[in-house]
C-alpha cells in the first residue's frame, strides 16, 4: 500500500469537498445557531442534574439525605429554569440560527429570526380549548426549528432580490419601512405554511413536527449507533491529517443529531424513563476527544519524559491547552499533521476509546450522558458531570488516557529516535 498515492487522492477529492462543506452557509448558521445557544443548554443541563441527585435513595450519607429530600420536595421548581431553557430549546434554536444565516446575506437579521419564530410557533403549537401544545420546543423539535428557520430566511432573501416589498413614501422612517417589508412574509408564512400544516394534520394526524421527526428517525436511529461513532472518528481525522479542522465540520453536520439525543435523554429522565441514547456531544468531547483530537493528551505525557529536546519542548507547551481539550499546539507542534508515522495511532487512539466507551455505558458500567458541558471542562471532570457527576465516568476517561499513550508509544519512540539522531548530527 503506497501511503503518498492514498493522501494524494484524498488531496484531490475529498479536501475540496470538505472546504466547500466547512463554508457552506447553511451549515455555518446552523453551527453558529448552536453555538449562540449553547448557554442555554449548559444551565438547563446543569439544573436537571441538581434535580435529580446522583444518589439512591438508601443512601445515608447527610448530604446525599438533605439533597435527595430538597429535590424531592422541591423538583416542580428546581425543573422551572430547565423547561425555559433546555425543554423549549428549539424556540431559541430557531431564531438563532435564523439571525445568523440573514446575517450571513446581509439582511435584517431580528426581523427574519422573530419571523423565523412565528412560522416554528405556527406549527408546533396549535392551540386546543385554550392550551398551547408545547410537546415539540424541546429536541424533539430541533429539525423543525432548523428547516424553518432556513426556509424562511431564504424566502425573505428571494424578496430582496427580487426588490418585493411594500412601498412607502420616502419621509417614512427607515425602521418602520423594514418593519413593513415583513408583512410580505409573514403572509407567505400564512399562506403556505399554515395549510400546508393542516393538510398534514389532517391527512396523517400528526402535526409537521412529528412528521419530520418520523422521517428523521431512521437517521437519528442510526447517528446513535456504533458504526456512527466510528464513521465520526475517522472523517474527523482523516481530515485532520491533512490539515483541515475535522472535528469542526463532524460537529457541524452531528450536531442536530448530538442535541436532539441528549434532549431525549433528558425528556426520559424528566418522565422517570432511563436515558437510553449514547452518542451525544460530551461523549464525543470527553470519551473520544480528550486531549483534543486524535485523543493526544496521553502522547503529551510522554513528550514530557522524551529524551528529544523537541518532544519535550512540545510536551511542556502542549500540557495545559490538553488540559483543557485544546491540542492545536502538539498537532502542529510536533508535528501530526501530514506526518506519516502518527497516522495509525491518530486514527486508532480515539477509534479504541469510542467503542470501549460505547460499550462501557450500553451495558452499564457507565451512566448515560444526561447534561451538556463546556468542552474545554477537563476530560474526566466533564465525563464525570456530563454522567450525572458518576464517578465510573471519570474513571473510565483516565483508563482511556493510559490506553491511548499505549498506542501512541511505539509509534512516539520510533519518532523521539529519528529527531535524536537528527540532533545528535545537526549537519545530516
Not at 469537498?17 to 453551527?31: C, P, T, V
Not at 415583513?182 to 400544516?197: D, G, K
Not at 413536527?209 to 481525522?237: K, N, R, T, W
Request: charged content about 10%; some cysteine; overall charge neutral.
Amino acid at each position: 500500500m503506497d501511503i503518498n498515492k492514498i493522501f494524494g487522492s484524498l488531496e484531490k477529492f475529498m479536501l475540496p469537498l470538505a472546504a466547500k462543506l466547512s463554508s457552506q452557509r447553511h451549515i455555518m448558521a446552523i453551527r453558529d445557531g448552536f453555538i449562540t445557544v449553547m448557554p442555554f443548554m449548559i444551565i438547563g443541563s446543569f439544573v436537571l442534574i441538581f434535580a435529580y441527585p446522583p444518589f439512591t435513595e438508601g443512601n445515608t450519607f447527610f448530604i446525599a439525605r438533605g439533597w435527595l429530600w430538597f429535590a424531592s420536595e422541591y423538583k416542580e421548581q428546581l425543573l422551572t429554569p430547565y423547561n425555559m431553557t433546555m425543554g423549549i430549546i428549539s424556540v431559541y434554536i430557531c431564531p438563532a440560527i435564523a439571525y445568523c444565516l440573514a446575517r450571513h446575506y446581509k439582511l435584517e437579521g431580528l426581523n427574519i429570526a422573530l419571523l423565523a419564530l412565528a412560522a416554528f410557533m405556527l406549527l408546533c403549537c396549535p392551540m386546543a380549548e385554550g392550551v398551547m401544545a408545547g410537546q415539540f420546543l424541546g429536541g424533539t423539535g430541533i429539525f423543525t426549528a432548523i428547516i424553518v428557520a432556513i426556509i424562511i430566511t431564504e424566502i425573505s432573501r428571494l424578496l430582496v432580490l427580487k426588490d418585493i416589498g411594500i412601498r412607502l413614501p420616502e419621509q417614512v422612517p427607515d425602521n418602520i419601512r423594514k418593519s413593513f417589508n415583513q408583512l410580505i412574509p409573514m403572509a407567505l408564512m400564512l399562506i403556505v405554511l399554515f395549510p400546508v400544516s393542516l393538510g398534514v394534520q389532517s391527512l396523517s394526524g400528526m402535526l409537521i413536527p412529528q412528521a419530520i421527526m418520523a422521517v428523521f428517525s431512521p437517521l437519528l436511529s442510526a447517528s446513535d449507533s456504533l458504526p456512527a461513532v466510528i464513521l465520526a472518528v475517522v472523517i474527523c481525522h482523516v481530515l485532520w491529517f491533512a490539515g483541515i479542522h475535522g472535528a469542526s465540520i463532524v460537529g457541524g453536520v452531528f450536531q442536530a443529531f448530538w442535541l436532539t439525543n441528549i434532549g431525549l435523554n433528558q425528556m426520559n429522565m424528566a418522565s422517570g424513563i432511563p436515558p437510553e441514547r449514547i452518542f451525544v456531544e460530551p461523549f464525543w468531547a470527553f470519551f473520544i476527544l480528550f486531549g483534543g483530537s486524535g485523543a493526544t493528551i496521553g502522547l503529551v505525557l510522554l513528550y514530557l519524559r522524551s529524551k528529544s529536546a523537541h518532544l519535550r519542548s512540545i510536551g511542556k507547551i502542549s500540557l495545559v491547552p490538553a488540559i483543557f481539550n485544546i491540542n492545536e499546539p502538539v498537532i502542529f507542534g510536533s508535528p501530526i499533521v501530514m506526518n506519516t508515522l502518527f497516522f495509525i495511532p491518530f486514527i486508532l487512539s480515539p477509534m479504541v476509546n469510542g467503542i470501549l466507551a460505547w460499550f462501557a455505558i450500553k451495558y452499564g458500567l457507565v451512566e448515560h450522558i444526561v447534561s451538556l458541558v463546556p468542552w474545554t471542562a477537563p476530560a474526566p471532570i466533564g465525563a464525570a458531570w456530563a454522567a450525572g457527576w458518576n464517578i465510573n465516568a471519570a474513571l473510565l476517561v483516565i483508563l482511556l488516557i493510559v490506553i491511548s499513550a499505549v498506542i501512541y508509544y511505539p509509534f512516539y519512540k520510533i519518532y523521539e529516535r529519528s529527531l535524536l539522531a537528527a540532533e545528535s548530527d545537526p549537519e545530516e
